[in-house]
């Protein structure tokens, strides 16, 4: 198994002159071989029965692609088209110049939401996790932002209501399947791929008296993308539910501030008074966006200090 092969490298300096951790004291060593001992033992594995073969990864691997296509064609051909809410004297423009057009747009939309509300967010869920798990880039902020949008108005909040629960678990599910593709089908791969950084990991999270604080402090830093913590964490002795419960509440600062985006702009008015009757909602999500930063702001001069990585290291 490679991360087992990757712990085991680290502990290989018990015997070598030369010390990749750069001379851990003894009771880190001792940490490290409880690590790898667990490791070996398959404790930590969350799922010890997927095979790590070349050949059966690949044949798994394509296979989860193949049940993902189907996936987004099912939710595709379930969901009614636009022009089942389109009359005569409106229809949807998928290129709008003009804020008549816009508006248009916007109406037949709310007329589709109307109709299809439920079935539309299924299908946007079921998108959401399939485009988190493939690590599909700017999927996550992309989705919000239209949920925030689409679903500020059904209720009063919505997108506190609605649109935040629906953020919030498909960027948990999306990314707990995307660590278990990792590590049933790509563990060597990234191991190859992004040795240094496996091992800067590694050795985080040794230093670390609780797993779930530091997997929360990884998805709250903006140092480190969060594709790379869902890749690489299998690699790590992170058990599988710790990291889901993690990444649950670290995705809530930036989750909010896109569904407030989203409800932000579907609020905008237009004409001579849309300053003063945009004001609030402006403001509302600068305010968001600053204390969102906050946390991120922290880690990224924590992480100047702490580690030799830069954001560059994960390009």
């Not at 750069?22 to 001992?37: D, I, P, T, V």
């Not at 509300?117 to 493939?134: D, E, N, P, T």
């Not at 604080?213 to 998805?219: G, N, T, V």
Request: hydrophobic share 45%; glycine share 6%.
């Amino acid at each position: 198994m490679a991360r087992t092969r990757s712990m085991s490298a680290l502990l290989g300096a018990s015997g070598d002159t030369r010390d990749p951790l750069g001379g851990l004291a003894r009771r880190e060593r001792l940490q490290l071989a409880r690590m790898a001992s667990r490791l070996e033992s398959g404790r930590s594995s969350p799922c010890t029965s997927f095979s790590q073969s070349n050949d059966g990864s690949k044949t798994l691997l394509l296979v989860l692609i193949g049940a993902a296509v189907v996936a987004c064609v099912t939710v595709i051909l379930l969901l009614p088209p636009i022009s089942s809410v389109e009359t005569k004297d409106s229809r949807f423009i998928w290129r709008p110049s003009t804020v008549d057009e816009f508006q248009q747009d916007k109406d037949l939309l709310e007329r589709y939401r109307a109709l299809h509300k439920w079935r539309l967010l299924v299908g946007m869920l079921v998108s959401y996790i399939i485009l988190q798990g493939f690590c599909v880039p700017g999927s996550g902020t992309t989705l919000n932002v239209l949920a925030g949008c689409i679903f500020s108005d059904i209720v009063k909040g919505g997108e506190y209501w609605i649109a935040m629960p629906f953020a919030m678990v498909g960027a948990t599910l999306g990314s707990t399947l995307c660590y278990l593709i990792s590590y049933s089908t790509c563990t060597d791969f990234i191991q190859r791929r992004f040795p240094s950084q496996i091992e800067w990991l590694q050795k985080m999270i040794l230093n670390q008296d609780s797993v779930f604080f530091c997997l929360l402090s990884l998805r709250l830093s903006p140092l480190v993308p969060g594709w790379f913590i869902s890749i690489a964490s299998p690699l790590t002795p992170v058990p599988l539910w710790q990291f889901s419960l993690a990444t649950l509440v670290g995705v809530f600062p930036v989750s909010l501030v896109a569904v407030k985006t989203g409800a932000t702009l579907s609020r905008l008015e237009s004409g001579e008074e849309s300053l003063m009757a945009n004001g609030k909602h402006v403001g509302m999500l600068l305010i968001l966006a600053a204390f969102a930063a906050l946390p991120a702001l922290y880690q990224r001069l924590k992480a100047k200090q702490d580690s030799p990585l830069s954001a560059k290291d994960f390009r």
